[in-house]
């Protein structure tokens, strides 16, 4: 299959690039730089010039403190750029890879979310714009696969997107890391997704699927995980709070997701947290990134 990915130089889209790239044609996106997806006629163009039998569309602003600060152009960049892709993807006939987000829910509860929960009542402005492009992508796109997903990780991205590499390049450059220790929630590993997408696109069950490994993690003590797996000090990293971190969006202090849908639909059964950061630690080591 001809795939295109947007977002293809971001922690996800890079590694959907190089997990289906084993298997398919891939067509990663070019930078914002080159290509803004905000030009409608320019992504136009872009597609109609490609025609990729599948769009997997990750690009966007992940940020929630700069969508609070300047809701416009977190639309912008969140829906609007979403509209632009969908619009192509109904020219194209091509099926919709959307990775959304646990933040289109409120985070009220206890249990974990899972597909048959509606999406609702976000917590600041980048789960509504969040929300606002799976309706857009639900409503015009009957074959899409929209992902709803939690804190993501894994070995791509660079520095400046993967937020373990982060905590490592301030460690080893004497500088510590404050994360947040006290909001719970759950988290994948973004070769798992791409993993999973190598089967799920051999398939037409088109729907809303949850992605998480198994288990729960905080910002602070999954970075110190990491750091203590490769050999360096945890306390490199300083656990904060939301209060004290006094950061522009709203965030979830419990907000966990889970999946009834993929094993039963797929046979796919994602692993411990624990497991996957081992994995991503191995094929970092192996790619000479640390
Ligand atoms: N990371 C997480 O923890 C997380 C959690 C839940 C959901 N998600 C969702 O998953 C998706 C992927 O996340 P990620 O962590 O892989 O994001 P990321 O690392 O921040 O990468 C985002 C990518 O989007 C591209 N992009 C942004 N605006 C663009 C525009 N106007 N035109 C063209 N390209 C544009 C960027 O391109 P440039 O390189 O050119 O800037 C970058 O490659 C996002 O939609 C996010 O909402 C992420």
């Given at each position: 299959m001809k795939i295109a990915v947007t977002g293809a130089q971001g922690l996800l889209g890079e590694e959907c690039v190089r997990?289906?790239?084993t298997e398919h044609n891939m067509i990663p996106l070019p930078s914002h730089h080159d290509l803004d997806l905000v030009?409608?006629?320019?992504?136009?163009?872009?597609?109609?010039?490609?025609?990729?039998?599948?769009?997997?569309?990750?690009a966007g602003n992940r940020d929630p403190d700069s969508c609070e600060l300047d809701p416009a152009l977190a639309w912008t960049s969140n829906t609007l750029v979403t509209w632009n892709v969908v619009c192509a993807a109904r020219e194209l006939d091509a099926v919709f890879v959307h990775a959304s987000t646990e933040s289109v829910f409120p985070g009220d509860r206890?249990?974990?979310y899972h597909e048959f929960d509606e999406a609702r009542d976000p917590l600041n402005v980048y789960g509504y714009?969040?929300?606002?492009?799976?309706?857009l992508v639900l409503q015009y796109l009957p074959k899409h696969f929209n992902l709803r997903l939690p804190l993501l990780f894994g070995r791509t991205g660079g520095l400046t997107r993967n937020n373990l590499l982060k905590a490592r390049h301030n460690a080893l450059s004497g500088q510590k890391t404050v994360a947040a220790g006290d909001?719970?929630?759950t988290a994948c590993s973004v070769r798992d997704i791409a993993r999973s997408l190598a089967i799920m696109l051999?398939?037409?069950?088109?729907?809303?699927?949850h992605f998480a490994n198994l288990g729960i993690v905080t910002r602070s003590g999954y970075l110190q995980t990491f750091l203590k797996a490769?050999?360096?000090?945890?306390?490199w990293v300083t656990p904060s709070t939301v209060l004290e971190m006094?950061?522009?969006?709203?965030?979830n202090h419990h907000i966990l997701i889970k999946s009834l849908l993929l094993e039963p639909t797929f046979g796919i059964t994602l692993p411990p947290v624990e497991f996957a950061l081992k994995e991503v630690i191995a094929d970092m080591r192996a790619d000479g990134t640390i």
């Open positions: 997990t289906l790239g030009d409608f006629n320019a992504t136009r163009a872009w597609f109609l010039q490609n025609k990729p039998d599948v769009i997997i569309h990750t206890d249990e974990p714009t969040k929300l606002a492009s799976e309706r909001t719970f929630s051999k398939t037409s069950f088109y729907g809303t699927y490769i050999d360096m000090d945890p306390d006094a950061r522009p969006a709203r965030r």
